[in-house]
């Protein structure tokens, strides 16, 4: 089993962009001294309260530059919102510049603010991203690109650099809707999947709808890698265990609420009470052993994408020692 640490930075009105940045890269510094595989930077737009992470790549270089061993990705790029000749050479950028360990990590979206606020209408956004991708892929393979797409178009491009991994780096999609389970599965790449935006059934039901879609277009299930991404806290305090992370998920469950969109809508009919029992690994090491053993027999997954500090009021001390714990105390039953 493989483990990365997920971030999606909310910022209340009494923290500062500084500093969740500032935090977020020292824990994914520390991600990399305690052995965890990756780090995955979210993409939102025009919410601060709940994210300021829209430029994820340059969050992803920062790390890079100050990491030595650990992956770094994005859960995900918002690809029907950027030109993807952009998007194919800043990628390949983060790729050359950590040393082959950009993990390229995309997804469709649903918001129709962020989609407004680009300019792009929604109702175009699957195609989008599908052209979007083969655009890049492309680029990345070609030595000189020229496409001819309905929304994207060139000739004779030299898209440089090109990736340091061989053909490219490893693509993830997120599959938050029915019909992306199959599409992903077609395409044959590894998938991102939150049971907390899509349900636990709904994750069950995609999933396998993913994996017969993988075997109908004769991809390797072997070479495939699912990643599910759980919320965790760790401590040896057994009596805060399920207490101390309560105000900040609380706090995501209440922006939700306030910016209710049809991707989300599930989530905001949960209770804390509920994360707690169908989706977390919340508790004492023991526990979350056990938590993190039985939703990997729900799930099949050969990863894990661990979000610390969903809600992000968690003190950034509380967070390292959380990180902490499971790497000395809950990976290693994993190895």
């Not at 649903?110 to 599908?130: C, H, K, M, T, W």
């Not at 020229?146 to 991994?165: C, D, H, T, V």
């Not at 989706?279 to 050969?302: C, H, M, T, W």
Request: aromatic share 10%.
């Amino acid at each position: 089993m493989e483990f990365g640490v997920f971030y999606q930075l909310p910022c209340s009105e009494d923290q500062s962009p500084s500093q969740r940045y500032s935090d977020t890269i020292a824990q994914s510094q520390l991600a990399d001294e305690l052995g965890f595989d990756s780090v995955w930077l979210a993409e939102l737009h025009f919410n601060p309260e709940f994210s300021i992470m829209p430029a994820p790549l340059l969050v992803a270089s920062a790390i890079a530059q100050t990491t030595k061993r650990i992956n770094v990705g994005t859960a995900v790029n918002l690809m029907p919102l950027h030109n993807p000749v952009r998007l194919a050479e800043e990628a390949a950028t983060l790729d050359v510049i950590s040393g082959g360990r950009a993990i390229f990590g995309i997804g469709r979206g649903s918001n129709p603010r962020q989609f407004a606020g680009y300019g792009v209408d929604i109702a175009e956004g699957r195609e989008r991203f599908l052209e979007a991708l083969d655009f890049v892929l492309k680029a990345w393979t070609c030595d000189e690109l020229s496409y001819e797409g309905e929304y994207f178009q060139a000739q004779n491009l030299r898209i440089m650099p090109k990736p340091l991994q061989d053909p490219h780096p490893p693509v993830y999609i997120a599959s938050n809707s029915a019909d992306t389970f199959g599409i992903v599965g077609s395409l044959g790449h590894n998938i991102l999947v939150a049971p907390l935006v899509v349900s636990v059934q709904g994750a069950l039901d995609g999933l396998a709808v993913y994996r017969e879609a993988l075997a109908e277009h004769g991809h390797d299930p072997a070479s495939i890698k699912v990643n599910v991404n759980v919320p965790v806290y760790v401590t040896k305090d057994k009596s805060k265990a399920k207490g101390m992370p309560q105000a900040s998920f609380d706090n995501y469950l209440g922006l939700i609420r306030a910016n209710r969109t049809r991707s989300l809508r599930g989530i905001s009919e949960l209770t804390y009470d509920r994360v707690y029992d169908d989706f977390a690994a919340i508790g004492d090491p023991d526990q979350v052993v056990e938590k993190l053993r039985s939703l990997g027999e729900r799930y099949q997954n050969q990863e894990f994408m661990c979000w610390f500090n969903a809600g992000g009021m968690l003190p950034h001390e509380e967070v390292e020692k959380s990180m902490r714990l499971f790497s000395e105390e809950v990976m290693p039953h994993f190895s």
